[in-house]
């Protein structure tokens, strides 16, 4: 099993996540939706709009996990509503970066939740080789912002629990959790496509990458 610290979840305030309907950000809520529903502890799903339809299959993995695990659909809350819109052709791995620290800023400005986890995770070793435009920015808001707020180090706020997976791991960790065949099915990696894959962008490839790493077959079509 993968060391992932489960107990190392704050037990007091509501937990916030950041959800895409990617395939990270899936399986971190399936795992800490369980953490959360045992202690009844309240956690709210939270979602940057973005050009990839990113909201639309948020919508559709919370419908998922509701169903998974016999509760009511919960909605995704809208942050930074601005949105983020990115292409091959100028798609600025900083810039997104920042608009997701200006929606943290934003739930913790409402007062929305305590705590922030989303699912960044740790590049591909080859992970500059993988697209031929333009490479993600930092990944580790953790670690890689001076993000302060009112005397609270992002270190405290931001709590990233895959930023040393990378995605083989995270591919692995689904398979043991035993929602793999689910995941991959209703994720969406893409953001060149709405619907399907484009097969060009670094996410694409750093999925493709992962499960030919973790030798199994990736059965989704999104």
Not at 43 to 49: D, M, R
Not at 65 to 86: E, F, M
Not at 176 to 191: A, Q
Request: charged letters at 25%.
């Amino acid at each position: 099993m993968y060391n992932i610290d489960g107990a190392g979840v704050p037990k007091e305030g509501t937990i916030g996540v950041v959800v895409s309907g990617g395939f990270d950000s899936t399986v971190l809520w399936h795992y800490l939706y369980g953490i959360c529903k045992e202690r009844n502890q309240k956690i709210i799903p939270f979602t940057v709009p973005k050009n990839d339809g990113a909201l639309t299959y948020a919508i559709r993995m919370l419908e998922w996990s509701a169903k998974r695990y016999g509760d009511k659909t919960l909605h995704p809350v809208v942050i930074n509503s601005k949105g983020v819109n990115w292409s091959k052709k100028d798609y600025q791995g900083e810039e997104v970066a920042r608009q997701l620290i200006d929606g943290i800023k934003e739930i913790m400005d409402l007062g929305l939740a305590g705590y922030v986890y989303t699912g960044v995770n740790e590049y591909p070793p080859n992970y500059e080789t993988l697209c031929s435009y333009h490479v993600p920015g930092p990944r580790n808001l953790s670690r890689d912002s001076d993000f302060i707020y009112k005397g609270r180090p992002v270190s405290d706020i931001i709590r990233q629990p895959f930023a040393d997976l990378t995605k083989t791991d995270l591919i692995n960790f689904a398979n043991e959790l035993g929602i793999l065949d689910e995941v991959m099915e209703i994720s969406h990696s893409c953001v060149e496509l709405i619907r399907g894959r484009c097969g060009e962008c670094f996410w694409c490839k750093e999925r493709e990458w992962g499960f030919a790493e973790a030798e199994l077959v990736d059965k989704g079509t999104n």
